[in-house]
């Protein structure tokens, strides 16, 4: 029997992370009267990327202090995509995100004091250093109290969006669960905001048994806010773009800090420059429009590219100079340790069980596993409307459908009526960090809040036959454990039992995995891939989406999530591997390589790719959408 609770909203946030918490805060700025409601699969006082904690914040403009201007900011960004950013939807949040960052100053959060400017005290050009281990509680406080306690559902996990029967394009809410008592939740909706973070775990991990689950990008992670949009129909852009980030070994502690602040090198493990020997190479092959290699910074893909051939030469590994650098018994030390203390514990606790002094040695600099990512330097998600006075002119002979034009009336909003994104979410802008993501999570709110406005006399409704037939898919993978327990099974103990009437998530996400892994540009391949392996990967996610359909099954509330999990990946996974099977050229080397067009081609692809997904047919359609550059470019 299960249980099934409605609620009404005004707004409903899914996902609480930093996004989500931005647009918690902005919905009830705007609207006292609202209902706003969280539903999030963690707790929101430490949920999300940001859940350790983190020692930077990585966009900040200082335009008080006059440290930067927002029309550099946005040629910075897009010279580190390689010339293809949503210009509008970049300088949106950079405008806005120094008032996110003095709100969290406000809140408490610790951030470094210059005492002779009055500022920050900045680690690079756009980050600044915070003590940050509390970041997200203190975000989540704000959030929780703009809302009400009442209105955070944690512990939710959101499954699948819910369409008004009377408009297929238009979303009322969505339908979760409770992941430790299995109470089924029908949120009806006014305007829906996606805000579920990233995708980890898409791709095999560096780390497999010895350390399974560890990861750069948290595994809880689960790529929701792409696959309920997939599945819903939104329009997709950039997928292909998913990210490769150099991290310090095993730990995958970062290397910002080290970098920036203290100005460490990095080398190859002879001690010398790894991006010289592959400079004059990278030139001819990656220059385009944008002359890319020489830009003052030099494109965070093409460094990691250059790495990665040194590797290749046999002068690998990368290695961290970090001797240079820290000096024991000083604040450098200091530094270099509270970095990690910071957000990524777990490289202090492997650099004490080596007896590693990172004053004394370097340390190797790995590059991970990718990423589906959309606020990093990386750029996958929904394509979603600018704000009205950045909104280039509509683009003369493209078809005035959303997915191709670049604002249809609020911002944020992805092509389906009512369903807005933010954070890793929403595509095409990177570069947000955590400051941009509550950046971008109040821009959506806020005009989230100008839709409901706009659409007052409207009726939410809800089909109880939609309703019936998502909880009872959504129940199936516990109904047939139960149906099929006590049929004969084998396999090894550390994994769930063998059986051929079922698919437990852990062996469909390494299956998912190997294929990510071994077809579309995984480590396992150094990023390298073709027409045939991504092809060969299209065909073996379809055999594991039937599988998927047919055997998924769970023993309990907390593999349901994981079944869940899953099967959003999975939908990502086949968006990743459609976008790059449709970009005919290597444009983010150090991120993949297209073997069969190893270079950047701008002639024909200086344009975004877009996708949309018809559940019903289980068809995709791609297409090329112009870059329109609001600043001028070169
Ligand atoms: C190790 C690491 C270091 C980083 N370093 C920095 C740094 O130094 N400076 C900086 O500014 N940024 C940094 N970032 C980036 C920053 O954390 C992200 O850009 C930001 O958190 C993205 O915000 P988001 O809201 O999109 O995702 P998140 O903050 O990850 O939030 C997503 C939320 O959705 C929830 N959720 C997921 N699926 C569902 C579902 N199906 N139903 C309900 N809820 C769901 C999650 O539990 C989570 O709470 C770092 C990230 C990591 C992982």
């Known amino acids: 029997m299960v249980r099934v609770r409605y609620v009404d909203a005004d707004i409903l946030i899914i996902g609480g992370g930093m996004a989500g918490s931005g647009a918690a805060w902005e919905a009830r700025y705007w609207c006292r009267n609202c209902r706003v409601v969280i539903a999030e699969k963690a707790n929101i006082n430490r949920s999300g990327a940001v859940a350790m904690g983190l020692s930077a914040i990585n966009t900040y403009m200082g335009l008080k202090c006059k440290e930067n201007t927002v029309e550099d900011y946005v040629k910075y960004v897009r010279g580190d995509l390689m010339g293809i950013v949503r210009e509008d939807l970049v300088y949106d949040y950079a405008r806005h995100v120094d008032s996110t960052v003095h709100l969290f100053d406000e809140w ?19 980050q600044i250093m915070i003590h940050g281990e509390s970041y997200k509680a203190i975000v989540a406080e704000a959030a929780r ?84 949009m997939i599945e819903a129909g939104a329009v997709m852009t950039m997928m292909e773009a998913r990210f490769v980030v150099p991290r310090f070994k095993d730990g995958y502690g970062p290397v910002g800090a080290y970098q920036l602040l203290l100005k460490t090198k990095i080398t190859n493990a002879y001690g010398q420059d790894f991006w010289k020997p592959h400079y004059e190479e990278i030139k001819k092959l990656y220059s385009g429009k944008g002359n890319y290699p020489d830009l003052p910074i030099t494109p965070t893909t093409l460094r990691v590219y250059a790495q990665r051939l040194e590797w290749m030469a046999g002068r690998g590994p990368s290695l961290m100079r970090t001797e240079e650098t820290v000096k024991k018994g000083t604040e450098s030390e200091a530094i270099a340790y509270e970095d990690f203390l910071d957000m990524t514990i777990s490289q202090v606790v492997i650099w004490a069980g080596q007896n590693h002094e990172p004053a004394e040695r370097p340390y190797e600099v790995i590059t991970t596993e990718p990423y589906v990512m959309g606020s990093h330097a990386t750029e996958c998600g929904a394509w979603a409307s600018g704000p009205d006075d950045l909104a280039p002119k509509k683009i003369e002979g493209l078809p005035d459908d959303r997915g191709y034009q670049y604002y249809w009336g609020y911002n944020r909003m992805t092509t389906l009526d009512g369903l807005f994104c933010a954070g890793d979410g929403c595509g095409a802008n990177p570069h947000k960090f955590s ?40 129940m199936e993978p516990l109904e047939r ?79 349901l999530m994981r079944v869940w999990e899953l099967w959003h990946r999975i ?13 005919k050229e290597t444009r983010w080397p150090g991120y993949y390589v297209r073997a069969d067009y190893p270079a950047l081609d701008d002639e024909n692809w200086h344009v975004f790719v877009n996708s949309r997904y018809d559940a019903k047919t289980g068809k995709w359609e791609l297409w090329k959408v112009p870059v329109i550059h609001i600043i001028p470019f070169p």
């Not at 408490?108 to 756009?126: A, D, F, H, M, S």
């Open 108 to 126: 408490g959060l610790p951030i470094w004091p210059n005492p002779q400017t009055g500022c920050y005290v900045r680690e690079g050009k756009w």
């Open 145 to 228: 109290k703009a809302v009400g306690e009442e209105n955070v559902f944690n512990r939710v996990m959101v499954t699948h969006l819910l369409k008004s029967p009377s408009n297929p394009n238009r979303v009322v809410g969505a339908i979760g669960f409770n992941v430790n008592d299995g109470t089924v939740y029908v949120f009806r909706a006014k305007a829906t905001i996606v805000s579920a973070g990233g995708g980890s775990h898409v791709y095999r991990p560096r780390s497999q048994g010895e350390g399974l689950g560890r990861a750069w990008y948290p595994p809880w992670s689960s790529a929701s806010s792409y696959g309920l």
């Open 435 to 474: 400051s941009g993501s509550f950046t971008e999570g109040r821009l959506a709110a806020k005009s989230a809040v100008l839709f409901i406005m706009d659409h007052s006399d409207e009726k939410i409704e809800v089909d109880k036959a939609q309703v019936d037939s998502i909880i009872t898919k959504l």
């Open 481 to 559: 454990y139960e149906r099929g327990k006590y049929t004969v099974v084998t396999g090894p103990s550390y994994m769930h039992p063998i059986d051929p009437t079922k698919m437990y998530w852990k062996q469909g996400l390494f299956r998912l995995q190997k294929i990510m892994d071994e077809y579309a540009g995984g480590w396992s391949t150094m990023y390298v891939t073709n027409e045939w392996m991504l092809n060969r990967a299209l065909e073996l996610l379809q055999f594991l989406k039937e599988d998927f359909i047919n055997y998924a099954a769970a023993q309990d509330w907390h593999e």
């Open 571 to 583: 939908l990502t996974a086949e968006a990743v591997v459609r976008h790059m099977l449709f970009r």
